[in-house]
């Protein structure tokens, strides 16, 4: 044992609410001993060693135990006024641990720089002395010069004191341990438990680590470690709140050919963000791919979907944040080892555009007491600044109204008829006091880009916006940031230098893309101060002209940008142009909301959910996607249509007008499941059936939606405003520290009251369903349930949706 590191491990002890990073001696000698409270640990850290490690302290924990006890057995005997003098067999107990300590530290390290080093850390942070050397003499000593009790006699309670402060031990809490050969990282909370277990710097394949040289530390106090050649460590630790620590991990690589990359273990607690996998895994170990850019995409070609954010977290308390800055890659090892890894990887299309000479991985691990704290420290707060009255009125109307979808596979298709129609059957069909919005796909214009109406196929649409207006619907029409090659604005674009470039070319030649039905067009660049006053003006004549109350902006995904895309102005990722797209229309014109996004869009406007396959695998991805979402940070969300966004042969069939709509029983359950969700969004009408009883239906959860949903759906709203919760929430938020809540993917909360649990199976009668601890009213047949367990062959029918309201604790009929 070293003298001066007892002497520094007794210092740090009392100071246990400063996270600690644990070091511990190398067996072998080829790495050098550091033992600061700011370094790392060096040489083997594994199980076998913690455990004899915690048996050595533990028995000596033990034993001064026992001496503290005799000294308490002393302090039992009688005094004389409060002060009693010491007896031989204390003077005996402290004699001899005090030599023991003395000649330990002669057979340390006699480093006079080592030495000046600890005298330091110890002067600076160690308490006065309760008891000095001379009270320690006999009474008349001639040092003193007094008889004094406080000069001559010891109290049995200072005896204590100074033996608590020579021998006494004090549990480290260890909060992150680094082996620096292996590179193997363990992070703990403030029990003791760990939380992450990572492997850092998997692709250096060296194990030779030194500290950086003077001209590569930094003056913020952080952590620095280079293996020679390969990559650069920085390390350091931020409070961000009073029970969130957090560590930021910043790696440089020092080769083109290295990309920084680190992996956490997924065995020992499950793991949630990110945004929708191609399996729409949850937690996320369910699901796995090999490393693909984490930039959004649609899940039946790409692995990520089309809302993304740089954020992960685990049950045990412990979330990842990744730098907007990192070229980030992301894969999900499933099968032989669960691991979330991230690297920091150059390419060709999502990260062309080099920040840095080499590759950085940026990012910070958080830590709190459980996931839901953490999770509510790590949300936005301020999603309310800047709201106007009118904005919240109209959260508050997508929140209460429905949402009626008019869309066509070709232009000609869409005509004012079309609309009139459609609003007519709306009014006849469905029971609603207010009938919502009209949302309108981008076919009102004869070629996209053209950013004017289509007069031949809409020769009225004045009048016919006056109607709908009387009839109470808003009406939304959808733009892109695209302009087709057939579009009169083209030409103006190309000659304006609107439109992202070719790379590799005359900055002159537009860079080309596909999407959806437009065949060949360009993208406008948004990042030139040319292009924005022009698209402004435009839209907002569309809106004087005809009325339209909000544009819903319909972006694409990343792999929508043209491959060789050069803009004006280098954007990190291609994902980048969407938020400057949303940010550059803000204010200036109404924003229903937006079809893609890394970055909540300002409210009011809504992130919309992925399009989803008209079957019953495409209703059980809806909860997974939106509570992901929804952890995510964004609380206001659309989701896909009722019966699904697009077909699925052999789940749909023909009505009597040969148009192709879902099955009965899926558009049923579909509707079950809509009616709780922030937004209900039809595109085929509960009256396309031709049947009562789904009319009837419809009708009846509206009804339970305008009476039970509502009023939590706009409570909670002014909670997300305010705290940045999610309004849908997963069970886990309800309670943390249950395990079963961690596991539940095909239920969900509305705030904290309110439970569904739809029927997601074909045919399916029952279904299982677990309760969160509290009391539940059944909304089927009005029992009280009780929580922490789950209920067995739930019975639900055909016409029926299983849902639970919380009631008090003490709740009893």
């Known amino acids: 044992m070293d003298y001066k590191k007892y002497r520094y491990n007794r210092v740090r002890r009392r100071f246990e609410e400063i996270p600690t990073i644990v070091v511990e001696r190398p067996k072998s000698d080829e790495v050098p001993y550091v033992d600061e409270e700011t370094k790392f640990i060096q040489g083997e850290d594994d199980d076998k060693e913690d455990n004899e490690q915690d048996e050595k302290d533990a028995t000596k924990y033990s034993e001064e135990n026992e001496i503290k006890s005799q000294i308490r057995r002393k302090e039992s005997l009688g005094r004389r006024n409060s002060i009693s003098l010491p007896n031989l067999d204390d003077m005996k107990v402290l004699s001899e641990r005090v030599a023991e300590i003395e000649d330990y530290g002669k057979s340390g390290s006699n480093s006079e720089a080592d030495d000046e080093e600890f005298r330091g850390i110890t002067r600076n942070v160690r308490r006065k002395s309760v008891l000095s050397p001379r009270m320690l003499k006999p009474p008349g000593d001639e040092e003193t010069g007094s008889n004094s009790p406080a000069n001559s006699i010891t109290s049995v309670n200072s005896l204590a004191s100074l033996l608590r402060e020579k021998i006494q031990p004090r549990r480290t809490s260890k909060k992150i341990k680094f082996n620096k050969v292996n590179r193997h990282m363990k992070i703990y909370n403030n029990e003791g438990v760990e939380i992450i277990l990572a492997k850092l710097g998997v692709t250096i394949n060296y194990d030779k680590v030194l500290s950086c040289l003077p001209a590569d530390q930094r003056k913020d106090g952080s952590i620095c470690l280079e293996w020679m050649h390969r990559a650069r460590l920085y390390l350091s630790f931020y409070n961000l709140a009073n029970d969130v620590k957090c560590y930021n991990l910043h790696w440089i690589s020092l080769s083109d050919s290295l990309a920084p990359t680190d992996c956490f273990d997924m065995t020992s607690s499950h793991w949630y963000g990110g945004g929708q996998t191609a399996e729409s895994a949850w937690p996320l170990e369910k699901g796995g791919h090999p490393f693909q850019p984490f930039i959004t995409g649609k899940v039946d070609r790409n692995e990520w979907g089309n809302v993304l954010k740089r954020y992960f977290i685990n049950s045990k308390g412990g979330a990842i944040i990744v730098d907007d800055n990192t070229p ?291 209703l059980r991805r809806v909860i997974p996607t939106i509570l992901t979402y929804s952890i995510l940070g964004y609380p206001f969300l659309i989701p896909g249509a009722v019966g699904g966004d697009y077909e699925a042969p052999e789940t749909n069939f023909f009505n009597e007008s040969e148009k192709v709509i879902p099955d009965q029983e899926l558009y049923k359950r579909w509707l079950q499941l809509a009616s709780f969700l922030p937004v209900v969004r039809y595109h085929n009408l509960p009256s396309s059936y031709g049947q009562q009883n789904i009319t009837e239906m419809a009708k009846s959860l509206a009804k339970t939606r305008q009476n039970k949903v509502t009023p939590k759906l706009t409570k909670f709203a002014r909670v997300s405003l305010n705290l940045g919760l999610p309004i849908i929430r997963p069970l886990w938020m309800l309670d943390s520290e249950d395990p079963n809540c961690h596991l539940v993917v095909d239920e969900f909360s509305i705030g904290d009251e309110l439970i569904v649990a739809p029927i997601l199976y074909p045919g399916s009668r029952q279904r299982e369903v677990y309760l969160p601890a509290g009391v539940w009213k059944d909304g089927i047949d009005g029992s009280l349930r009780k929580g922490s367990r789950w209920i067995h062959d739930y019975k639900v029918e055909e016409t029926e949706v299983a849902y639970f309201e919380r009631l008090p604790d003490d709740t009893r009929f």
Request: net charge neutral; proline share 5%; glycine share 4%.
């Open 328 to 618: 980030l890659y992301v894969s999900i090892e499933s099968a032989k080892k669960k691991e979330l890894c991230l690297r920091a990887q150059y390419d060709n299309f999502a990260y062309v555009n080099r920040l840095t000479p080499t590759p950085e991985l940026n990012y910070s691990i958080c830590t709190g007491p459980n996931m839901f704290q953490l999770h509510s420290q790590l949300s936005d707060h301020t999603l309310w600044d800047g709201l106007k009255k009118e904005d919240g009125n109209i959260i508050d109307s997508l929140l209460t109204e429905p949402l009626w979808e008019i869309t066509s596979d070709s232009k000609e298709t869409m005509t004012e008829a079309i609309i009139s129609n459609f609003t007519d059957n709306i009014t006849n069909s469905v029971a609603v006091l207010k009938q919502g919005h009209v949302l309108i796909n981008e076919f009102w214009q004869n070629q996209i880009g053209d950013f004017e109406l289509d007069t031949t196929r809409f020769p009225t649409l004045e009048k016919t916006m006056e109607m709908l207006k009387r009839r109470g619907f808003r009406v939304v029409v959808t733009i892109q940031p695209f302009i087709s090659t057939e579009s009169f604005n083209f030409a103006e674009a190309v000659r304006k230098r609107l439109l992202i470039s070719e790379r590799f070319s005359d900055r002159r030649i537009p860079a080309l893309t596909r999407y959806k039905t437009l065949q060949s067009g360009g993208v406008l660049d948004i990042t030139s101060n040319r292009t924005v006053p022009w698209l402004i003006e435009k839209l907002k004549k569309v809106i004087d002209k005809y009325k339209f109350d909000a544009y819903y902006l319909d972006m694409g995904t990343a792999y929508n940008m043209p491959h060789y895309y050069q803009c004006e102005k280098a954007l990190v990722n291609p994902d980048r142009y969407k938020t400057l797209f949303v940010n550059s229309l803000q204010g200036s014109v109404p924003i229903f909301g937006v079809s893609s996004a890394i970055e909540r869009p300002k409210s009011p406007a809504f992130a919309v959910l992925p399009h989803f396959e008209s079957s019953w695998d495409g």
